[in-house]
Nanobody
């Protein structure tokens, strides 16, 4: 059974950092493309970062390039999103997503709030 569990969201001041985790089970993260999305109140869900399967190739939304880094730990079967230089506009619920055996899976989300 595929399951994704996010953690690490918190309230942080502008300019601060957070690291989000997405613990996966039921499949191996190295064999799947893993994606972080976010959804702010009143806005559509948007892609933040993706790491492609079986490679270290990554891609990012323009709004987070140079500030966010996606990575994975194959031993822990976990994907991370390191977020630096956070801005108030980064405030959102962050979701982990994968496509496995032709079906999409989502975690429950973790809240990130950037405010002074």
């Amino acid at each position: 059974q595929v399951q994704l569990v996010e953690s690490g969201g918190d309230l942080v001041q502008p300019g601060g950092s957070l690291r989000l985790s997405c613990a996966a089970s039921g499949f191996t993260v190295s064999s799947a493309a893993m994606t972080w999305y976010r959804q702010a109140p009143g806005k559509e869900r948007e892609l933040v970062a993706r790491i492609f399967r079986n490679t270290a190739f990554t891609s990012y939304a323009d709004s987070v390039k140079g500030r966010f880094t996606i990575s994975r730990d194959n031993v822990k079967n976990t994907v991370f999103l390191q977020m630096n230089s956070l801005k108030p506009e980064d405030t959102a619920v962050y979701y982990c997503n994968t496509l496995w055996n032709g079906r999409g899976y989502w975690g429950q989300g973790t809240q990130v709030t950037v405010s002074s």
